[in-house]
């Protein structure tokens, strides 16, 4: 990319010509989702949406991966409860669910370029996108569950509406690795290009969109909304409450504890 018109600490933000990219910027970290990403990431997305010029969005990663997730090492004390647990509701709630709500409520499209692995909220915001494209190494993952979580962002929303049941509740609940051919072949993605195209490609898609009738772009997205995404409040609400519980639950502990010594959970089910 050429030099972002705003760098911010873990985003930049790059305009040409109408088409705004957002690139999260933490690729020693595979732009996992700490805190500073998630007020980054919010005020490129209220930029882009107040900037008359911006006509479309691209949200991609910097370097090997889109996101990788939540940062599992990134827990201050702001974010626990007075019982000690992560505070998982108040994150959600604060922190993630303006980005989600910002991107669907945005008059101008929004694609999302997943380079590498989307994984848990990193694929829950990909899938919040108008459009997402992938590079043929890409993957999706809800990896909530191997941590003993529940989908959150918006993903028990996103991911149904795109996929249907059956798919759903098989990335939910066996936390597997969808692999960019998959995805598209079950429609969780609209495009897959080749690594070595993958850049040009996907700039060209919103090159494109940023020349194209934006209001009768805005007025899709409404009736998608409408049609689609109008219990999105109450399922992103219903979502933090149970990922509240899961948070102070045993396997939680026990999966975080495991993913952090890079070993195998040992779950009890409590």
């Known amino acids: 990319m050429s030099e972002p018109d705003t760098q911010l600490e873990t985003v930049n933000l790059l305009i040409d010509k109408g088409a705004a990219t957002i690139e999260l910027n933490r690729p020693q970290a595979l732009n996992a989702w700490n805190k500073q990403l998630g007020e980054d990431l919010l005020a490129a997305l209220a930029h882009a949406s107040e900037n008359d010029a ?12 889109f996101s990788s997730g939540a940062d599992l090492r990134d827990i201050s004390g702001d974010d626990l409860t007075p019982e000690g647990r992560p505070n998982v509701y108040g994150v959600l709630t604060e922190r993630y669910h303006p980005i989600m709500h910002a991107i669907r409520d945005m008059g ?40 003993g979580l529940v989908p959150d962002g918006g993903s028990s929303l996103f991911v149904p509406t795109r996929v249907g049941m059956a798919r759903a509740a098989e990335m939910a609940m066996l936390g597997e690795r969808v692999s960019a051919a998959q995805a598209l072949d079950w429609g969780l993605v609209n495009r897959v290009f080749p690594d070595e195209d993958f850049a040009a490609e996907s700039a060209a898609l919103v090159a494109r969109m940023a020349a194209g009738p934006t209001r009768s772009y805005a007025a899709s997205k409404r009736l998608l909304n409408s049609q689609l995404y109008s219990n999105m409040a109450e399922q992103l609400e219903l979502e933090a409450k149970l990922q509240q519980e899961m948070a102070e639950s045993d396997d939680f502990l026990e999966g975080v504890t495991a993913f952090l010594g890079k070993r195998t959970a040992d779950f009890s089910g409590r």
């Open 54 to 65: 911006v006509r479309a969005v691209r949200i991609t990663g910097a370097g090997r991966a």
């Open 108 to 147: 101008k499209p929004v694609v999302a370029a997943v380079n590498g692995g989307a994984v848990g909220i990193g694929c829950s915001l990909a899938l919040c996108c108008d459009l997402v494209v992938a590079s043929e190494s890409a993957y999706l993952l809800l990896a909530f569950v191997n941590i």
